[in-house]
């Protein structure tokens, strides 16, 4: 059966979302990690990119978190401009949070392989910008 205009607009397709402990942001914490849309993932892989090559003024975990992490509602929690603050956080919730988001939007490791291919690390003092949106 191929699918019409209709149905590919109107498919509910991002919301699905996982819990993720987060004992250390507060005691028996927890975070729900949501989808990123198609837009978001081609931001990431920028960013991704950025990061490699070290033009990036923000971890990439971070930048995940911020584009990822989502209320009950499936509204983003954080934008832009918290970035720099969650990149700052412990790497051991942001790593939780790297491993639910990455399995959810399907983000293998062949991916994250094929982009650290396309796009090797190299020293550089330049600065990007970053966002999840």
Do not use: C
């Not at 934008?79 to 939007?105: C, F, G, M, Q, V």
């Amino acid at each position: 059966m191929f699918l019409t205009r209709d149905q590919i607009l109107s498919a509910d397709d991002t919301s699905k979302r996982v819990t993720v402990p987060v004992p250390e942001w507060a005691d028996g914490g927890e975070v729900l990690v949501g989808i990123m849309e198609g837009h978001q993932r081609d931001k990431f892989e920028v960013e991704y990119s950025k990061a490699r090559e070290g033009k990036s003024p923000h971890g990439i975990r971070g930048w995940l978190a911020a584009a990822t992490l989502i209320d009950e509602s499936g509204k983003r929690l954080f934008t832009p401009a918290d970035i720099a603050a969650l990149s700052r956080k412990s790497s051991i919730p942001l790593d939780r949070i790297w491993e639910a988001a990455t399995k959810l939007n399907g983000l293998t490791q062949a991916d994250v392989e094929a982009l650290q291919k396309n796009f090797p690390a190299a020293p550089s003092g330049d600065s990007g910008s970053s966002s999840p949106e």
